[in-house]
């Protein structure tokens, strides 16, 4: 199975400040037309996970811009630009390239 | 609006067996893969098993195959999950998802518990 690998696993951020979460993965996960098949989840306490960014880069609707994803490959980052206070949480990647499909351990977000 | 509505979790005891269903509304339902992801307390989420559009496919991760099985009905939108010889590790919030190149849909969950 397709390893990914996130880091760190805890991230206390200063409400206002950035956040950077990283994501590894085992295998290449770009597919034969040239997607890449990564996406981001976020999952607040006692909710649902919700994706937020498909294909590595691109934001679902409704989603902030001061989000951001980027990388290529098998590395892989999740930018908040600015943290506010609905963003705590754990934030997932997940890679849908091999089967079986597979997400990171997740990113808890707290506040500081 | 869209809604997936699982139902079907509970308490058994290992070995047993159980039915999720989920309920879907507010989008395409037979152009959308359907998916059975779970959550154990406390703990990660791993995707469990997938089912194409038209149920041609369906995947497995290997600690279920054997035990569980994927279906859908597109005439009434829903799709199943069925599963038996249940053991503790499968102890976890199950998500219905429906999705396809663009869209992620996500239920509420429903908890299944193995215990004894």
């Known amino acids: 199975d397709v390893v990914m690998t996130q880091s760190p696993l805890s991230l206390p951020v200063t409400l206002g400040q950035p956040a950077s979460i990283s994501c590894r993965s085992s295998?290449?996960?770009?597919?034969?037309?040239?997607?890449?098949?990564l996406h981001w989840f976020h999952q607040r306490p006692g909710q649902s996970p919700r994706r937020l960014i498909y294909r590595v880069s691109n934001r679902d609707s409704g989603v902030p811009d001061r989000f951001s994803g980027s990388g290529s490959g098998t590395d892989f980052t999740l930018k908040i630009s600015r943290v506010e206070a609905e963003d705590v949480g754990v934030y997932y990647c997940?890679?849908?390239?091999?089967?079986?499909?597979?997400f990171g351990q997740g990113t808890k977000l707290e506040i500081k | 609006e869209v809604q997936l509505v699982e139902s079907g979790g509970g308490l058994v005891q290992p070995g047993e067996s159980l039915r999720l269903s989920c309920a879907a509304s507010?989008?395409?339902?037979?152009?959308?893969?359907m998916s059975w992801v779970r959550q154990a307390p406390g703990k990660g989420l791993e995707w469990v098993a997938h089912i194409h559009p038209d149920g041609s496919e369906k995947k497995y991760v290997d600690s279920v195959k054997g035990r569980f099985s994927i279906s859908r009905d597109n005439a009434k939108s829903s799709v199943y999950v069925q599963m038996n010889s249940l053991r503790v590790e499968d102890t976890a919030v199950y998500y219905c998802v429906g999705w396809d190149q663009f869209d992620n849909y996500w239920g509420q969950g429903t908890l299944v518990t193995v215990s004894s």
């Open positions: 997940m890679q849908y390239r091999h089967w079986p499909h597979t």
């Open positions: 295998e290449s996960l770009v597919y034969t037309d040239g997607n890449t098949f």
């Open positions: 507010g989008f395409t339902f037979i152009t959308h893969w």
